[in-house]
């Protein structure tokens, strides 16, 4: 069992940038991820161990775009279609307690799709 205590932080966009995070499993990945962000770079933690490295551009505060590491990264079909369409916009919607809520958004000629999510600060 995990537990998650917010302990009345007030968070802001900027306490995402770097640390140590959840992204809880959803609807369409069932699957949490651990992450760990610091300075404009994710190594993101998911099934069997395995590790996808990403980069982050910061647009300000609250908006970036994450790409996938081609260096570090064999990228599946889907991070290649992320990196072709320039990354996945992360538009922050709202910070409760210890949760971001985002929208994330690939955008290429033919395609335009969006997905919400959360993001728990954990340290």
């Known amino acids: 069992m995990v537990g998650f205590s917010s302990c ?18 959803d609807s369409i990945y069932s699957i949490s991820s651990n992450i760990i962000r ?5 190594v993101e933690w998911g099934k069997a161990g395995d590790s996808t490295h990403a980069i982050i551009k910061y647009l300000d505060d609250c908006n970036w775009i994450l790409t996938y590491d081609t260096e570090l990264n064999e990228l599946d079909e889907l991070e290649q279609l992320i990196n072709d369409s320039g990354g996945v916009k992360v538009e922050v919607l709202e910070i409760k307690g210890d949760t971001l809520f985002y929208n994330g958004i690939l955008k290429n000629d033919t395609l335009l799709f969006e997905q919400p999510g959360t993001i728990i600060k954990l340290k």
Request: aromatic share 8%.
């Open 38 to 42: 610091k300075n404009g770079r994710q």
């Open 8 to 25: 009345g932080q007030n968070l802001k966009c900027a306490d995402f940038k770097n640390g140590a995070f959840l992204i809880p499993g």
